[in-house]
């Protein structure tokens, strides 16, 4: 039997080229924004989300730059005619003492991403899932528990999540919308990441702003 494929979400994981200077310059600084302050608030839920805007880490953002662009070219998109702009970055961490991140999504955002500044094979694993299997072409087909299990064996075609085994030194980009989580192991060594959103625009040279957002140079606040 041939079969096709159809509307494939795009998951990629890729090399940060300036990792190791990265790494040796920044991680210590970094690692001392992590807050767990007031009812136990991360950077993102507590307001401390713009890395983007210290000058200071523009190098990995230029490369986490070539990673989008390279994305956008699985995509078959002309990233040429694009703004990328990242709206949010933030420091999250993990430990063996940390609960796992509940499965959500970034709405409002375009692409997401998670770059592991310091992480091993003990490290949490990164888990996407889908809200509906279109493939379960019946009530029930792919439910799973001990009195009822209908599921011979999990492959892609009918599982409710996948995950990703995160290496030091690359970044996972996703679409925003797409339902994440952190798969909880019994993890020896702390995880450092830095994790934020990206919004994509037009360009102000391309006059296709009745086809998606234009370029924030065109946006006047109320």
């Known amino acids: 039997m041939k079969v096709h494929e159809v509307f494939p979400t795009v998951v990629a994981q890729d090399r940060i080229d300036v990792h190791n200077e990265f790494k040796n310059e920044y991680f210590n600084e970094l690692k001392s924004l992590w807050f767990d302050g007031y009812n136990n608030q991360t950077p993102e839920n507590s307001g401390r989300c713009s890395l983007h805007l210290d000058k200071n880490y523009l190098g990995f953002f230029q490369s986490l730059k070539k990673s989008v662009c390279r994305y956008l070219d699985l995509l078959a998109v002309d990233h040429e005619k694009l703004n990328m702009s990242v709206i949010k970055s933030w420091v999250g961490y993990h430990s063996k003492d940390t609960p796992p991140l509940n499965m959500h999504s970034h709405n409002g955002a375009d692409i997401s991403f998670t770059y592991y500044l310091s992480s091993d094979e003990t490290s949490d694993k990164f888990c996407v899932h889908t809200a509906k299997n279109t493939n379960e072409v019946a009530e029930a087909l792919f439910e799973t528990s001990d009195k009822f299990n209908l599921i011979k064996k999990f492959n892609k075609y009918n599982c409710p999540n996948y995950t990703i085994t995160p290496v030091e030194g690359t970044v996972i980009l996703f679409p925003s919308t797409l339902l994440h989580s952190t798969l909880k192991?019994?993890?020896?060594?702390?995880?450092?990441?830095?994790?934020?959103?990206?919004?994509?625009?037009?360009?102000p040279d391309y006059n296709l702003y009745h086809q998606t957002i234009p370029h924030p140079s065109q946006w006047m606040e109320l």
Do not use: H, W
């Open 185 to 203: 192991k019994e993890n020896i060594s702390d995880r450092y990441v830095i994790a934020g959103d990206i919004k994509l625009s037009i360009k």
